[in-house]
Structures are given as C-alpha cells and as structure tokens.
C-alpha cells in the first residue's frame, strides 16, 4: 500500500460515509473492496494473473462461506444473495477497467468471465446449502480438506523456489521480467487464508454464529481492504457486529482516524524508510569492519522494522476507523516489555493471538489427552518451539526464518523455567520498589537484547550471513 492508496482510501471515506445510507453501508464497503482490491492487484501482480487473483481471492472465500454454513432450514431467506450477486459482478466489470487502464491492453472477456462465474456460483449457492438430513460430518471433512489446500497455498507461495517455478509457468512473457523473474505474488493471500483458516477451525469448533453469516457481510470481513496488506488479522464473530453497528464518521472518529492514519504513514515511509538506508542487511554488513557498527547496524533494524509493522497497522487501523470499523490493535510498546511472553503479548497482536488460538492451545491439548506418557515440562517446549517456528515459517519457508523461531521457541521456554522457579523469591522483591525497578531494568535490557540478536535471521537471507554477523557482533570476522 503506497502513499498515493493511502490518500485515495482516506478521502474516499468522506463522500463514503456522508452520502451512503445507513442500511447500504456493508454493502458498499464490500463493493469498495473489491475495487480496492483490484486497484492494488494491478499494481502488485503479475499482468497475465491479476484477474485470476482476484477470482481465485473471492472464490476460496464463497465455498468457505458455502462449507460453514448451518442447515438452510435454520436459515432465512434473504434478499442479501441478490445483492451481493449484483455486488460482485458490477464490482468484476470495474474491476476489468482498472485491469485495463494499469495493464494494456487487457483481455476484456476476463470481467465478463467473472461475472458469469459469480452469477452462476452465488445464485446456486443458497440452494446447496447443507440440510437437516445431511450429516455436518460431511461438512467438517471438507473443511479439513480447505485447510490443507490453503496451507498448500500458502507453501507455494512462500517457498522461494516453487514462487518463482509457477510465476515462469503462469507468465511467460520474458520482456516483463528483464531482471529475472518476479515470484509469484497473491496480494494479501497470508492474511485471507489465515482469516479463511480460523473460520473453519471455528466451524469444526462450534464457535461460528448458528444462524449463519450473510455472504456479503463474509465476504467483506475476508477482503476488507484496510487490512489487506498488513493485517490486523481480525476474527469473524467480532468483525461482521462492528459492520452492522454502521457508525457515523463524526468529528471525533473523523479526528482519530485521520490522526491515526497520520502517525502510521510517518512511522512507515519517514522514519521507517529513512532507517532502512542504514539498517541491517547483507550490503553492509559486508562493508561493517568493527563490532561496533555492527551493533548499531542492529539496533536500527530493530527500530525500522518496529516502525515498519506498526506504521502499516496503524494506517490499517485509521482507514478501518474512517469507515466506521474498529479493528483490533497490533502494536502496543513491544520493545517495553520486561520479558519474552509480554513482549509477544505486544508484538503482532493478532497475529500472535491468531496462533495461540488455533495451534498452541489445541496441540497442548492433544498431547495432554493422547495417553503417551510425557513430562509436562517436554510437553510445553513442544509447544512452545513449534509455535514459534510455525510463525517464522508464515513470514517465509527459508532455513533462516526456522531459525528464528527456534531463537523466539527456546526463548521462551528459558523464561517459563527461570519464572516458575523464581515465584516465591520475585514476590519478595516486588516489595522493594527500589530492587523492583532494578530487576525489570535488567529483565527489560536482557528481553529487547535477546529480540534484536533474533533479528539477525530474520533480516539475513542465509545462515552463514547470518552467523558471521553474530561472530562480528562478538568481536569475530
């Protein structure tokens, strides 16, 4: 999301909010966000694909609405399915003029294609929805069979070396690639399965609404272009309240949102974009001769990429406000934390949450109840270590972000075994403000330390890079 995306979403709320009534207001957030999410598919995927993306974008989202929904007996009729078929196909028809004017020439029969596509499959949908009589069995396998083919995705696009074998595939005009060829990009596709992901683990859960979400209303949560590109990833049973709440965009939201916007487009493309010119990376690295640059090179890695993630949310966050949406925060003063839980407790909120939810409670669970005879303590390291390693591996499938959740894993398992055996003896010292102090100085030096050295596999493509810029940070070659 550039500057320039940024401008255009923020003004467009005024017009937006002032002039759309009330009870059409989800609608149209989600016609926005199809063409928002068109505009910045031209701009970021492929030529040849950008419309197929955004098909494949909506599609995976309407049969994962079609798999979790309830019996259609428990379900109204709703006049919703006519208006989110009229949505998505004038929405496909724009969206083939955005393909048009960043892509020429472009294959005008694609948005036609869509369309069809869309009137076809959202007309019929209602229709085959589950009943009384079928078993919800057969709907939770094919959930499953959802999860596997997202995580799938997600695998291919992630890996390096299968990104760049389908891009060659999918676009073989060489003149657009002159310097190598581009990986194949879905634009927010972590996001979208990640939100697609947790709704059918809500589904098997029994934790989705029982009477049904409308499709429109699903499909807005799925593509809400605010978060499209950064996040927060925001969870169904609270977002599609907040949409149907239609809050008016008065001075005080008006005021908040703007400012909010404000401090994140600072923070990203000032200070953050400044810090990169002089953060770590393998460039200069190799031209850094002494450990003390080598340090410095650190630190404002880890403030670019604090200002990096914060500043998009926080834009994220402002946008959602100025159309009457609040998304959950994402950033809340990580580098402040005192140690390694609280310090996930305050980066990446969503994100860390969305984990803890769906694979850490549930894999604690499953290895308590499996019956195999384990030490509690094997058991939360297990836990712990592929969580973490799990997280590094959605940034992306290289040795280097495994590595970096092991660093995060291991770490925060040291500090499970240091806190439960220093209970009794912290309380004591909480009754002193002044050793009190001291300890989390300490504790808050030692955590922001031990998060800035992970960075080193998180900002250097290999781990050789990666242990040779840890040897310097030593005082090494």
């Known amino acids: ?39 910045l598919l031209a701009d970021d995927v492929l030529s040849h694909l950008d419309f197929m993306v955004l098909i494949g ?43 048009a004017i960043f892509n020429q020439p472009s294959n005008l029969m694609m948005p036609i294609f869509g369309v069809a596509v869309a009137t076809v499959g959202v007309i019929n949908l209602p229709h085959m929805l589950p009943t009384s009589n079928v078993s919800n069995e057969i709907y939770k396998r094919l959930s499953l069979s959802l999860i596997i083919g997202l995580i799938m ?33 879905w634009l927010g596709f972590s996001y979208i399965a990640f939100r697609l992901i947790g ?20 499909l807005t949560y799925i593509i809400f272009f605010p978060a499209m590109t950064a996040g927060p990833i925001d969870r169904v049973q609270r977002f599609i309240p907040e949409l149907n709440q239609t809050k008016p965009l008065d001075s005080a939201r008006l005021m908040e949102g703007t400012m909010r916007i404000a401090v994140g487009a600072f923070k990203k493309f000032v200070i953050a974009d400044s810090l990169a010119l002089v953060a770590l990376n393998p460039t200069l690295v190799n031209r850094t001769g002494d450990t003390l640059g080598a340090w410095l090179l650190l630190y404002v890695y880890a403030f670019r990429i604090f200002f990096d993630f914060s500043g998009y949310s926080d834009v994220a966050i402002g946008i959602g406000r100025l159309y009457g949406i609040t998304l959950p925060e994402n950033f809340d003063r990580p580098y402040a934390q005192a140690n390694l839980q609280q310090f996930w407790q305050r980066w990446h909120i969503t994100l860390s949450t969305w984990f803890r939810l769906y694979y850490f409670t549930p894999i604690s669970r499953v290895m308590l109840r499996s019956g195999v005879k384990m030490p ?14 799990l997280i590094g591996l959605w940034h992306g499938i290289t040795v280097n972000f495994v590595l970096w959740g092991l660093w995060h894993g291991v770490g925060l398992f040291i500090h499970k075994l240091i806190l439960d055996n220093t209970r009794v003896w912290y309380q004591n ?5 002044w050793r009190r102090r001291f300890i989390f100085g300490i504790s808050w030096l030692t955590t922001f330390h031990y998060v ?13 890079d990666s242990l040779a810029m840890l040897a310097r940070l030593v005082g090494g070659r």
Request: aromatic fraction near 10%.
């Open 153 to 185: 995705i997600l695998g291919i696009l992630k890996i390096p070396a299968s990104a760049r074998f389908f891009s060659l595939a999918l676009d073989r005009d060489e003149a657009l690639h002159p310097t190598g060829i581009t990986p194949l990009a």
């Open 429 to 433: 010292i909480s009754q002193h403000r």
């Open 376 to 389: 509690q303590w094997l058991m939360v390291m297990i836990a712990q270590i592929s969580t973490m390693v």
């Open 57 to 99: 974008t909506l599609g995976l989202s309407i049969m994962v609405w079609w798999v979790v929904q309830p019996p259609s007996e428990t379900m109204p009729k709703r006049r919703a399915d006519t208006q989110t078929l009229l949505i998505i196909g004038g929405g496909m028809l724009l969206a083939g003029l955005i393909f």
């Open 199 to 218: 709704v059918l683990f809500d589904f098997r859960a029994g934790r989705l609404p029982k009477d049904g979400m409308a499709l429109h209303n699903f």
């Open 452 to 464: 800035a050295l992970g960075w080193v596999f998180f900002a250097l493509p290999t781990p050789a």
């Open 1 to 39: 999301m550039t500057l320039i995306h940024i401008l255009v979403f923020a003004l467009a709320s005024l017009p937006f909010m002032w002039l759309i009534p009330t009870r059409w207001r989800p609608q149209s957030i989600l016609f926005a966000s199809i063409l928002a999410l068109a505009w």
